[in-house]
């Protein structure tokens, strides 16, 4: 086509001017179309140049990439006139939500926890704890003593995270921070404490510990809607432990204080019939109320009497005639439940037992003597008087029928007979 119009131009010029042949048109045609295709290729080759070195220099915006299957795949414009005349967002986008994990669920809410805490802490709080020191130098009883010394919440807050991310968190650890005074938002701790079985390093029995602590925890903080959810969900897992022995008294007294108090489905009487055990009945009786001590003293004589030795008569019968905290405080300080197996071991001659057994014998009489004035009490005290008598003859011929001699030091003689 190109040829045809030059043929036909130069036709016209040669008409005019100088003629020009067939052959040279031709040329002319070849020289332009070739000179068009050059100036085609250098432009893509000079754009696909551009672009190399945009990207080399990162000036391009990266192409959308297939959505992953933890985003959505909707891309949400907010608008207040489609949120006026399409409802809201929740309306408008479908009722989706990506598949997550219940580990990477937890690991996100942890992380995000995590944030917040260290956005909310003080900078001046990590000045105050010693991690190396706190880990690895402090045994049990000072870091105890330590925490307990603490006068800061987010001090406690960071301890808890500090032994939880080292693995080192133990009952002893959580147990002490839960149950001091300043603690006073248990939710800023790492870990949701209705559900004690998922706390990293709390397992099997401590994790029932942990409830029970709660319950005085709860108390501290008046919480009594808390305290009796937590009587319903477990009570009968602790009254099985607790008919096992496999709690200890301070436990065990925990359980019983809150659920004659809170609970009251049954008394005290219904509990010493069904568990029949004198350890757990003396149990029930320091848990009781002042009120209610005196006439537990009498249900648990009337329901171990024949099963008790003669200190044991001797401290209910005086348990029974007065309502006076002081003999708790000293029931609990002398482990009044284990009274039975103490004197039972009295034949294996361990001398620090001996002591304690005298000594308890002993404030029992300074009791009586200068608390109570009641001339009913009188037998009691001469019984007691009677028993140590005859307990301290008992020690002093099993120590003479082992050592075969009457070699007792001035030292022991003067400790036994010290009023």
């Known amino acids: 086509m190109l040829a045809s119009k030059l043929s036909t131009k130069a036709t016209v010029s040669t008409s005019v001017s100088s003629p020009v042949s067939i052959s040279t048109l031709r040329f002319v045609a070849r020289f332009i179309w070739s000179r068009q295709n050059t100036t085609l290729k250098r432009s893509d080759d000079n754009q696909q ?8 220099l990162n000036l391009l915006t990266k192409k959308p990439q297939k959505s992953s299957p933890l985003s959505y795949s909707i891309d949400y414009k907010p608008s ?4 006026v005349t399409r409802g809201s967002s929740t309306e408008t986008l ?13 690991q996100h809410i942890s992380f995000i926890n995590s944030l917040i805490r260290d956005v909310n802490l003080p900078s001046s709080t990590m000045l105050d704890i010693n991690a190396p020191k706190l880990l690895n130098e402090m045994n049990a009883s000072q870091l105890s003593s330590y925490i307990k010394s603490v006068q800061n919440e987010n001090v406690l807050i960071e301890i808890v995270h500090l032994f939880l991310i080292h693995k080192r968190l133990n009952l ?5 921070v839960i149950m001091h005074p300043k603690l006073v938002n248990l939710r800023k701790l790492p870990f949701n404490l209705d559900e004690p079985e998922k706390i990293q390093g709390i397992q099997g029995l401590s994790v029932v510990k942990l409830r029970i602590l709660l319950l005085r925890k709860y108390q501290m903080l008046h919480q009594p809607n808390k305290i009796l959810a937590n009587l319903k969900q477990n009570i009968e897992e602790y009254l099985s432990l607790i008919k096992k022995h496999q709690l200890s008294a301070h436990y065990e007294r925990t359980v019983w204080r809150f659920a004659f108090n809170y609970m009251k489905q049954y008394d005290q ?31 648990l004589l009337m329901h171990h009497g024949d099963k008790l030795n003669q200190l044991e008569k001797i401290f209910w019968k005086l348990a029974q005639s007065t309502d006076d905290f002081q003999l708790k405080r000293l029931a609990i300080k ?16 361990d001398q620090s037992l001996h002591k304690v057994c005298y000594s308890f014998i002993n404030e029992l009489e300074k009791f009586l003597i200068n608390t109570h004035h009641d001339q009913s009490l009188n ?9 140590r008598a005859k307990y301290i ?27």
Request: aromatic share 8%; proline share 2%; hydrophobic share 40%.
């Open 49 to 56: 140049e551009t672009e190399i070195l945009a990207a080399a």
């Open 172 to 176: 002893r650890v959580l147990g002490d």
């Open 269 to 299: 009487l219904h509990y010493i019939k069904v568990m029949n055990n004198i350890r757990t009945s003396a149990l029930i009786w320091q848990a009781s109320s002042q009120e209610r001590s005196r006439q537990v003293a009498s249900w």
């Open 334 to 349: 002398y482990k009044v439940e284990e009274l039975d197996q103490s004197l039972h071991k009295v034949e294996e001659l």
């Open 80 to 83: 207040l006139f489609k949120a």
């Open 94 to 106: 479908p009722n989706e939500s990506p598949f997550i994990s219940e580990a990477d669920a937890a």
């Open 393 to 419: 003859k008992y020690v002093y011929s099993k120590r003479l029928d082992n050592t075969g001699n009457d070699d007792i030091s001035m030292q022991e003689e003067l400790t036994l007979h010290r009023a």
């Open 379 to 387: 037998s009691v005290l001469d019984e007691l008087t009677n028993y």
